[in-house]
C-alpha cells in the first residue's frame, strides 16, 4: 500500500501568498480606491490564504482609463506585429518557469488535484499564449475585385484592414483560473487590443501572479489591467462606454446581464455560458473506453466544466452495463485535498458551490431520480472542505431540473436510447449546446449523430480534447462567438474596408 504525500507550498508559494496582493492598473500595483479587501480561501479546508483588492467601480474606471489611454495614445499601437507576438511569446515563457508556482497557486485557490494543475492547466496555458503569439504575425486583410462601373482609365482598389476592438473588458471564472485568463488575453493582445481582466472572486491569485510578469515580459504600461473584485466590478466593466467589447465566461444568468449591460454603447460581446453536454454512447462502442472516458466527462475538474458530459444518453442493449461500469470507476475516485498526492478529485471551489451542487442532488431525488452512487459529502478529514461525492443519477425524465440544468459539480444523470434518432433527440433536448460526445465504432453512425446534434463541438471517442488551435463556443443558450484558433479573432477585431480610386 502507497500513502499518500502531501506537498506543502513552495517558498515562492508561500512568498507570493503571504506578499501583499495589488491591483494592476497602468503598469502600477496599487490597492482598491476604498482600500477595502477581500478573504481568499483554501476549499479543501475554508481556510484563509490571503486578502486581496475589493476592486469596484471606482478602480474599473481608473482601469479603462488606463487601457483607453495605452490604446488610444500609448506606444501599444506602434509595435509591429512580430513585437506583439514576441511579448506574448516571453509571457509563456515567464510562466513556464514559474509552472510550479501557478500549479499550486491553482490548486490552493481553486481545490483541483495538484497533478491535474500540473498537467493540464498550466502547460495548456503556456501552450495557448505561445499559439496567439505566433497568430500575431498572421492577422491580415484581403484585396478584392470590385466591379462598379468606373470611369475610363481609372480602376478601384478594395483591400481590408483587420484592426482591433480597442478596449476589451475580460469577465472569468473559477473552473480554470489561469487558463481562462490565457484563453482571453493571448487573443486579445495579439490583435493588438488593451484589456482590463476581472477574474473571479472566489479564485483571484494566479491572476494576482500573472499581474506581476507583464512589465517583466515587456509590455507598455496599461495594456492589461487585472481588477480582482465581485459581481458589481464585472457588472461596471460590462456597462462601461470606454469599452470596446466584453467577453465573458460564466452563468446564463449573468450572461444575460452582460447582453444588457452592453446596450448603453452598442458594445461588442462573445459569452460563453456553459452547457448541458452528453455523452452518447452506442452498444458497438469500446465499452472499456467508453466506460473511463464518460466517467472522466463528467468527473474532472469535480465536474466544474462548462462542457462537462453531465448527461450520459446510452443505448438500450449496454446500459445497465455501461451504468455500473461508471459507477464502478466512480467508486474508486479517491476524494482528497488537491495537494495530496493521492486525490483524484479535489473539493468543489467554494462552500457556495457546493450547497447549489446539493440542492441539485437534492431536487433530484424530490423528482424521483434514482441515486446509483454518491449523492453526499465525505465525512472524516474532508468535513470542514467543499467535497461532494461523485454522484450518478438513474430513473430520469426529460423535465427534471437535474436533466435540464447546468449543475457545475460531480454529478450526471443516465438515461437509454433506442437509435440514433433519439439519441439526437435526446442529446439536443435542453437549451444548451455547447458540446458533445459519441462512443462507436461506426464510422457512419459517427458523422451521422456529429451532424445531427445541435452543439459547438463534437467529440468522437473522446471528450474534454482542448488545444489552443481548435475553436471552441456555443451554441444555442451556451453563447456567442467562438475562442481559440483562427475563428477568436472574429470577435477580437475588426473589419475596416478601404476603397482607392485610380486614376
Ligand atoms: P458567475 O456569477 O456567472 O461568475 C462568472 C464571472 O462573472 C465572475 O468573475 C463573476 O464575478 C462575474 N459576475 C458576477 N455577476 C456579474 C455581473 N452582474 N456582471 C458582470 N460580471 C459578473 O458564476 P458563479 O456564480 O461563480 O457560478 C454560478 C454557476 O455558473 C455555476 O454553478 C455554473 O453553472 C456556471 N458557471 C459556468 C462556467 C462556465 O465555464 N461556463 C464557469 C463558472 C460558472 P464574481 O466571481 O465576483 O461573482
Ligand atoms: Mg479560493
Redo the contacts with the bound molecule.
Keep these: 500500500m502507497t500513502t499518500a504525500t502531501i506537498t506543502q507550498p513552495s517558498t515562492a508559494t508561500q512568498t507570493f501568498i503571504n506578499s501583499p496582493q495589488k491591483l494592476l492598473i497602468d503598469g502600477k500595483r496599487v490597492d482598491a480606491v476604498s482600500g477595502e479587501t477581500f478573504e481568499v480561501l483554501d476549499p479543501s479546508n475554508n481556510n484563509v490564504l490571503c486578502q486581496v483588492p475589493k476592486g469596484a467601480k471606482e478602480d474599473i474606471d481608473r482601469a479603462v482609463q488606463s487601457a483607453r489611454k495605452a490604446f488610444d495614445t500609448g506606444p501599444w499601437r506602434k509595435l509591429t506585429a512580430s513585437e506583439r507576438g514576441k511579448l506574448i511569446w516571453k509571457l509563456a515563457d515567464l510562466i513556464e518557469e514559474r509552472a510550479e508556482e501557478f500549479a499550486q497557486l491553482e490548486t490552493l485557490d481553486n481545490g483541483k488535484p495538484l497533478a491535474v494543475a500540473r498537467a493540464a492547466d498550466i502547460p495548456l496555458t503556456i501552450d495557448h499564449f505561445r499559439y496567439y503569439a505566433g497568430l500575431a504575425t498572421k492577422i491580415h486583410g484581403e484585396t478584392i475585385d470590385l466591379s462598379v462601373p468606373y470611369a475610363p482609365d481609372s480602376h478601384f482598389f478594395d483591400f481590408t484592414l483587420r484592426e482591433p476592438m480597442g478596449v476589451v473588458g475580460q469577465?472569468?471564472?473559477?473552473?480554470f483560473p489561469l487558463l481562462m485568463a490565457a484563453w482571453k488575453l493571448g487573443v486579445a493582445l495579439a490583435a493588438g487590443n488593451c484589456v482590463v481582466l476581472?477574474?473571479?472572486?472566489?479564485t483571484p491569485l494566479s491572476a494576482l501572479r500573472l499581474a506581476g510578469l507583464f512589465a517583466d515580459a515587456g509590455f507598455p504600461d496599461g495594456v492589461v489591467n487585472i481588477v480582482t473584485?465581485?459581481?458589481d466590478a464585472?457588472?461596471a466593466?460590462?456597462e462601461h462606454h470606454g469599452v470596446n467589447k466584453v467577453a465573458?465566461?460564466?452563468?446564463t444568468?449573468?450572461g444575460h446581464?452582460?447582453v444588457k449591460?452592453s446596450a448603453g454603447n452598442l458594445k461588442r460581446i462573445s459569452l460563453?455560458?456553459?452547457g448541458k453536454s452528453p455523452s452518447i454512447v452506442f452498444a458497438d462502442a469500446d465499452l472499456e473506453l467508453a466506460a473511463s472516458g464518460v466517467s472522466g466527462a463528467i468527473f474532472f475538474n469535480q465536474g466544474q466544466c462548462?462542457c462537462a458530459g453531465s448527461r450520459m444518453l446510452i443505448h438500450k442493449k449496454i446500459y445497465q452495463e455501461l451504468v455500473e461500469r461508471v459507477s464502478d470507476l466512480a467508486k474508486k475516485i479517491k476524494l482528497a485535498p488537491g495537494m495530496h498526492s493521492d486525490s483524484d478529485m479535489g473539493p468543489l471551489v467554494s462552500t457556495e458551490?457546493q450547497d447549489?451542487v446539493l440542492n441539485y442532488i437534492r431536487s433530484g431525488v424530490s423528482e424521483g431520480a434514482q441515486t446509483l452512487i454518491g449523492g453526499n459529502t465525505p465525512g472524516g478529514d474532508m468535513e470542514g472542505g467543499c467535497f461532494v461525492e461523485p454522484t450518478v443519477f438513474g430513473n430520469i425524465t426529460q423535465d427534471m431540473k437535474i436533466v435540464q440544468e447546468?449543475i457545475?459539480g460531480p454529478v450526471v444523470v443516465a438515461s437509454p436510447f433506442e437509435d440514433i434518432e433519439e439519441a439526437i433527440a435526446k442529446g439536443n433536448d435542453t437549451a444548451f449546446g455547447l458540446a458533445a460526445s459519441v462512443w462507436t465504432n461506426d464510422i457512419n453512425k459517427a458523422h451521422k449523430v456529429a451532424r445531427g446534434l445541435q452543439a459547438g463541438t463534437v467529440w468522437v471517442n473522446c471528450h474534454n480534447i482542448f488545444d489552443a488551435a481548435a475553436p471552441f463556443g456555443g451554441y444555442k443558450k451556451s453563447g456567442y462567438g467562438r475562442e481559440m484558433g483562427i475563428h477568436a479573432l472574429e470577435s477580437y477585431t475588426q473589419i475596416k474596408n478601404v476603397i482607392i480610386q485610380i486614376h
Design positions: 469577465i472569468i471564472p473559477w473552473n476581472k477574474p473571479a472572486e472566489q473584485g465581485f459581481g464585472g457588472a466593466l460590462a465573458f465566461t460564466g452563468s444568468k449573468v446581464e452582460i449591460a460563453e455560458l456553459g462548462c458551490q447549489r447546468e457545475f
